[in-house]
């Protein structure tokens, strides 16, 4: 069984919730990278999204976007990501998600792609910029390599097209908080509980959401209704904050994983 649904079926049938840390390879470096993977899993964390650097990310706010320009000023190349995240996956059990924007997979080929990130030891697929209409190839594709494809939901979509979207999804839902861009924020949308509920009424898959989740409190709260919480730009700001403060990132990134999986204690 794919490693993702492995993880939600077992999560599930211990009535738990996952903890969805994403990071920006090759921010603050490729080591770090590398050693985050297994790092963040023993630190609490269930899936890890890893986000390929691009020039123009879809729906990333400015810490995303400034980690994504660093790793790019490095020279940060797709089979590089790939390789780091081959040596770190003997040694960790987290699923591993692949963000990655589809202008830079249709670049490579979807199959060359897929068979290399398969081979990398990838579990799954995030296309941001895939639209329902254009996911068919994907999905099958994803299928045949053994891989999930979790397709975005916004807080604007109909409940008419996120049914659709969540049908071609396999793995998990990947429900955005809020409209506009990612970053950390203070208080989470009342309206998301409802939003979940309906939802739940269209799909069987697990629905993680993400946008804006930035501590534990707010990972409790998203927990009380969905299956998952991803964290994404705090957890960025935490690594090159302490990159800059010479600080290990590693490790605090790690204690900053810690904190945060104490939201998923009911």
């Known amino acids: 069984m794919n490693r993702i649904t492995a993880t939600f079926a077992k999560l599930r049938q211990d009535r738990r919730k996952a903890l969805m840390p994403f990071i920006c390879a ?9 050693a985050l993977l297994p790092a963040l899993c023993q630190a609490g964390a269930d899936v890890i999204e890893v986000g ?3 020039s123009d990310p879809v729906a990333d706010g400015p810490v995303i976007q400034a980690a994504m320009t660093r790793a790019l000023d490095k020279g940060i190349k797709v089979a590089q990501v790939m390789e780091a995240v081959a040596r770190a996956r003997p040694k960790t059990k987290a699923g591993l998600v692949a963000m990655v924007s589809y202008t ?7 199959e060359a792609f897929l068979r290399d990130a398969a081979q990398a030891g990838f579990d799954g697929m995030i296309f941001p910029d895939l639209t329902i209409e254009e996911a068919d190839a994907s999905r099958e594709a994803c299928a045949k390599h053994g891989v999930t494809l979790s397709l975005l939901i ?4 109909p409940i008419e097209r996120a049914e659709k979207i969540a049908k071609a999804s396999t793995g998990f839902v990947y429900v955005l908080s809020r409209a506009g861009i990612t970053g950390a924020r203070s208080e989470l949308p009342p309206e998301l509980p409802a939003r979940v509920a309906r939802l739940r009424q269209v799909t069987d898959l697990p629905l993680a959401v993400g946008f804006g989740i930035s501590d534990a409190a707010q990972v409790k709260s998203v927990v009380s209704v969905a299956d998952a919480a991803i964290v994404g730009s705090a957890l960025c700001k935490r690594l090159h ?9 590693v490790a605090d990134a790690a204690a900053f994983t810690r904190e945060l999986a104490g939201g998923l204690v009911a």
């Open 52 to 54: 390929f650097p691009f």
């Open 104 to 110: 830079i997979v249709h670049r490579i080929g979807l």
């Open 26 to 34: 090759g921010d603050p470096g490729l080591a770090q990278t590398e």
């Open 241 to 249: 904050d302490a990159a800059q403060s010479g600080r290990d990132a």
């Open 154 to 157: 916004a807080p604007t979509t």
